[in-house]
T-cell receptor, first 110, second 115 residues
Framework: GQSLEQPSEVTAVEGAIVQINCTYQTSGFYGLSWYQQHDGGAPTFLSY????GLEETGRFSSFLSRSDSYGYLLLQELQMKDSASYFC???????????FGGGTRLMVKP | DVKVTQSSRYLVKRTGEKVFLECVQD?????MFWYRQDPGLGLRLIYFSYDVKMKEKGDIPEGYSVSREKKERFSLILESTSTNQTSMYLCASSPGTSGARGIQYFGAGTRLSVL
């Protein structure tokens, strides 16, 4: 099976940089996804890493190290609207089935 | 834009009642998924389907069944609800293997309360 660990809560100040870590254990590995979910909203896709390294999309970047079974989501120039829950998810097979972590609640303060 | 629509936003049911949760996607996606979301537990997969009439159990299928008679529609059935099925239920869809790349598109969710 699969298991993922990520911090339950992170607090940061507007304009700062925050890193949300995710470690995983999985019997198969195709890639690591990140999702954002605002309170009362649907999860929305942020990024996907299939290979080692950093993927950048605007203020958000995602990193993967397959040898360490580790990834992180980096949010730069934090804005109040970034306050949300962030989930990492492992894609363990070709069929795009995902196993999600418990989520990290990010609170951005003024 | 991909649209995944869930039939109800909120439902209140009594223990023992039967519940149908409907999900429709408009992007001709092969894969569809049902999750439940509980605080601190993330999203847990109940069932998924990779084609019409095909289904696979996820991590927590007990007490649930599903139906996929048409490609665009995936239904979650709770035959006899219990209080421990009070949760947020999320439906998602994604392209098949070649277009997957870890992306799933989610509906807004159905918050089910079982009294």
């Amino acid at each position: 099976g699969q298991s993922l660990e990520q911090p339950s809560e992170v607090t940061a100040v507007e304009g700062a940089i925050v890193q949300i870590n995710c470690t995983y254990q999985t019997s198969g590995f195709y890639g690591l996804s990140w999702y954002q979910q605002h309170d009362g909203g649907a999860p929305t896709f942020l990024s996907y890493n299939a290979l080692d390294g950093l993927e950048e999309t605007g203020r958000f970047s995602s990193f993967l190290s397959r040898s360490d079974s580790y990834g992180y989501l980096l949010l730069q120039e934090l804005q109040m609207k970034d306050s949300a829950s962030y989930f990492c998810a492992v894609r363990a097979n070709a069929g795009n089935m995902l196993t999600f972590g418990g989520g990290t609640r990010l609170m951005v303060k003024p | 834009d991909v649209k995944v629509t869930q039939s109800s936003r909120y439902l209140v049911k009594r223990t023992g009642e039967k519940v149908f949760l409907e999900c429709v996607q408009d992007m001709d996606h092969e894969n569809m998924f049902w999750y439940r979301q509980d605080p601190g537990l993330g999203l847990r997969l109940i069932y998924f389907s990779y084609d019409v009439k095909m289904k696979e159990k996820g991590d927590i299928p007990e007490g649930y069944s599903v139906s996929r008679e048409k490609k665009e529609r995936f239904s979650l059935i709770l035959e006899s609800t219990s209080t421990n099925q009070t949760s947020m239920y999320l439906c998602a869809s994604s392209p098949g293997t070649s277009g997957a790349r870890g992306i799933q598109y989610f509906g807004a969710g159905t918050r089910l309360s079982v009294l």
